[in-house]
């Protein structure tokens, strides 16, 4: 709606000022709204939208992780320096995804999607980009953003992008992102809500990252990707993704070694070729699907993973009782008893991820005894503790760390999701308890999850996706689920 706004306050002035008449802005106001009305609804739909979910059945079948989101928008952004066409496979159908296509379109970058009856595929062409700023309403809301930072930087030498969004989950400063820039002989600074980047020319340097931190470690990559000479990042972060945008980069022609370990060299080239790349899939789905199965006492093989990519999730389920059968390609999680309690420290790879605190702290909220998860990564990440305690939980944050005491079960309330997941978690505690739950703002969920409620009902899960208009719709929806027999 913040569009229509701005359009409507534009033409407001304008009738003030005398430029229009009071009839022009309304025939004006008409057609702004035909034309936008489906963004418009569909943005008001994803406000509305909530998930009711009937708890109680434990989750057993096959369920298949889609491609990862946080290195599909690492690839995407390096995807945009190619001015030959580059195919990506295994894009994940989500809306930061969808998002971040929208904003390389905008600057003139070609993207289609080969196949209609595949949404997974795209091919990109940067060739056609007439300009390095980016700005709109919608990418502001995603953290990635900054990724086209260092893709126009690296390749046109200078860059205006939006500050970055995403997930209100504590401070995310981009001071290593500046510090990486700066070192390649950039001049950055911050206007009008923007990031700016220009150099002469860029120049490979020594950066030593004060904290590990993936975005950076990307971001500099892209930009050296394409200045002259040697560029080597210490610290570096190891996740799956950087590796994955990594290897990106060198099908395209970059001379990038040592991804995947705190230290990666890269030797700028000129140009770049078309590209044929596979995303890997998505840990932290994957992760999300493990912690739905044990919280359930379920009995789910989860497909398309790459187990070792999962082994510290994999370890602390263990630890909790869960049965974990590793395969090729997959991973059989099955939980019958009640869980035991542990310690859960988030780490940078491969220590436990951050992104899956919330959900893991589900599964301990129902084990037998006292567990402590501490948050090393961001200090505002326990917001879901609150909504969790609704449910029954017993859970005490003091700074860093949550001491979680468990109890037998949850039972069904109203939820509101803060960000993408804890909404997640939010959806796995709905499906352990007892009676209905109701997550509202679930477009957090929506960013990062494909086909969410479809996998969880493949699964045997009691999952609808419904617009609620107001509370005693809601109330007498889930009043309806309650009562109907499955």
Known sequence: MGIFVEF????????????VRCSDIVILIQLFYEINSEQVSLNLRCSMEQYLIKG??????????SGA??????????????DETVTIRNLPDVNDINVFLNAVISIGAEV?????????????NGSGIRT???????????????????ALLGKYREAGVALPGGCNIGSRPIDQHQKGFKALGAKVWIDRGMIFTSADELNGKHIYLDVVSVGATINIMLAASRAKGMTIIENAAKEPHVVDVAQFLNQMGANIKGAGTDMIKIIGVDHFKAADHEIIPDQIEAGTFMCAAVATKGDVTIKHVIPKHLESISAKLIEMGAEIEELDDAVRVVA??????????????????????SQIAVCLSLADGTSLVTEKIFENRFKYTDELTKMGANIKVEGNTAFITGVEKYT??????????????LVIAGL????????????YIQRGYEDFEEKIRSLGGVIERVDVDDRVDRDRMMRKMSLAAY
């Open 412 to 425: 069904g309330a109203v939820v509101v999701a803060s960000d993408l997941r804890a909404g997640a978690a």
């Open 432 to 443: 352990a308890a007892d009676g209905c739950t109701c997550v509202e703002q679930i477009q």
């Open 132 to 150: 390095h700023e980016v700005d709109n309403d919608y990418i502001r809301k995603i953290r990635a953003s900054y990724y086209l930072i260092g």
């Open 112 to 124: 289609h999607y080969p196949n209609p009856k595949d949404r997974h595929t795209v091919t990109i």
């Open 8 to 19: 409507y306050e534009f033409l407001r002035l304008q009738m003030v000022f005398g430029i």
């Open 56 to 65: 109680g059945n434990p989750l057993v079948g096959e369920v298949e992780i």
């Open 69 to 82: 989101k946080n290195s599909a928008l690492g690839i995407l952004a390096a995807a945009i320096m190619c």
């Open 336 to 357: 019958t008893k009640r869980l035991s309690p542990t310690t859960v420290k988030t780490m940078p790879y491969p220590g436990f991820p951050t992104d899956m605190q």
